[in-house]
DNA sequence: CACCGATGTAACAATTATAGTTACATTTCG
DNA sequence: CGAAATGTAACTATAATTGTTACATCGGTG
């Protein structure tokens, strides 16, 4: 029960493809999400980052920089994962003396890399459109 | 730089696949993983209910149950997944006076468990005999 | 121009999960 | 019996996310 940073975030977008950009406050979107407005407030600033929506101090609310069908869930994905390249990670000090120490990371690299590959072909074949398009099914 | 245990399991079994069960104690594999025993332990414990391998009090060692190309990632992910369902959560309090909060959540869900189920087909089709046979290529 | 309401951020506390540690009951074997 | 190991409980440490308080700044409005 955490890291709802997407979840969030596809939450936050799907308001703003709905509703007229002077009443997506953060204090609005806050509301429907049920969380602290500054919560909301970070996730923005990087999807802002991202390209995804524009904002402006002084002016209230958030707008959509493309359609929802432009943006893939790998876009918004990628706006809030930072430096973090892969959903598992490798333990970072096996022993080098021993065979399976000295070779297991690069091989898990490889693996974990393909699956984090699958993951993101995933994520990049969903747009925001698919996901307001099941929300009112 | 955490969550480690699916990478640390693997090391474990890999060890396992590779070394007579005599050799096997817990303090050794400490030493190839470079962490505690206990943590250890506690890894072969999940993977021992799942049925992957098999020990005993007061006898040293581990031993897989079968043979490495008969045990896929996906068994070794679901032996120490616990409850935890899916790589992605959802927030637990949306709105539901809210058209995009009352629906978000079945909406994420059906989503994320697409997700999820590509990541499983992923880590099905591969097994411990791939890892190491990528350990030595 | 001063105020109000909003964004953007910094700083810190709270929560949660994993990793690491200490301790110890229990078991097997010499 | 005594040594060595497994299995586990209990606790601390670390790290990431979430929640909160505070505040600088901007822009429209009276």
Do not use: W
């Not at 980052?49 to 002016?59: D, E, F, N, R, V």
């Not at 065979?99 to 974990?112: C, H, K, P, R, Y």
Request: charged share 20%; with cysteine.
């Amino acid at each position: 029960m955490k890291n709802n940073r997407l979840a969030v975030s596809i939450h936050i977008l799907s308001l703003a493809a709905l509703n007229p950009r002077d009443q997506l406050t953060s204090e609005f979107i806050a509301g429907s999400v049920q969380t602290n407005s500054v919560v909301i407030r970070r996730l923005t600033s990087e999807l802002k980052k991202a390209g995804l929506l524009t904002s402006q101090p002084g002016i209230p609310g958030i707008k959509l920089t493309r359609s929802p069908s432009d943006i893939s869930l790998l876009d918004i994905y990628k706006a809030i994962q930072g430096y973090r390249e892969s959903v598992f990670s490798i333990h970072q000090n096996p022993n080098p003396d021993c065979e399976v120490g000295a070779n297991i990371q690069s091989t898990l690299d490889a693996t974990f890399h393909k699956v984090q590959e699958t993951i993101e072909e995933e994520l990049a074949n969903q747009t925001l459109q698919n996901i307001l398009d099941h929300l009112f099914e």
